[in-house]
């Protein structure tokens, strides 16, 4: 059974920060990418970063680009995302997924197979 629990979420002041972390289980985490999404109220779900599995090359949302940093550790079965310098539009559920394609990475939601339950992060001004 695929399994994905996200953690890390929580309030913080605009311009700080927070490290989420996914720990996944019930499949081969080495072979395939792996995205973080966000879905603020009344908004849909967007791709906020992803990773390949088979190169480890990573992919950012524009508005995230420069503060956030994706990885992932192998021997952990986990994936984790740095949020920097946080901006109020940051407030939204983060969700972490799994697509069982090549290893490659997209930032599109409906190419996703699984999802964590997702972790809250309000940034407040």
């Known amino acids: 059974e695929v399994q994905l629990v996200e953690s890390g979420g929580g309030l913080v002041q605009a311009g700080g920060s927070l490290r989420l972390s996914c720990a996944a289980s019930?499949?081969?985490?080495?072979?395939?990418?792996m995205g973080w999404f966000r879905q603020a109220p009344g908004k849909e779900r967007e791709g906020v970063s992803c990773?390949?599995?088979?190169?480890?090359?990573?992919y950012y949302a524009d508005s995230v680009k420069g503060r956030f940093t994706i990885s992932k550790d192998n021997a952990k079965n986990t994936v984790y995302l740095q949020m920097n310098s946080l901006k109020t539009g940051g407030t939204a559920v983060y969700y972490c997924?799994?697509?069982?394609?090549?290893?490659?990475?997209?930032?599109?939601?409906?190419?996703?197979?699984?999802w964590g339950q997702g972790t809250q992060v309000t940034v407040s001004s």
């Open positions: 997924s799994v697509v069982f394609l090549d290893g490659t990475c997209w930032l599109k939601a409906w190419q996703y197979d699984y």
């Open positions: 019930g499949f081969t985490f080495d072979d395939y990418a």
């Open positions: 990773i390949s599995s088979i190169d480890g090359n990573t």
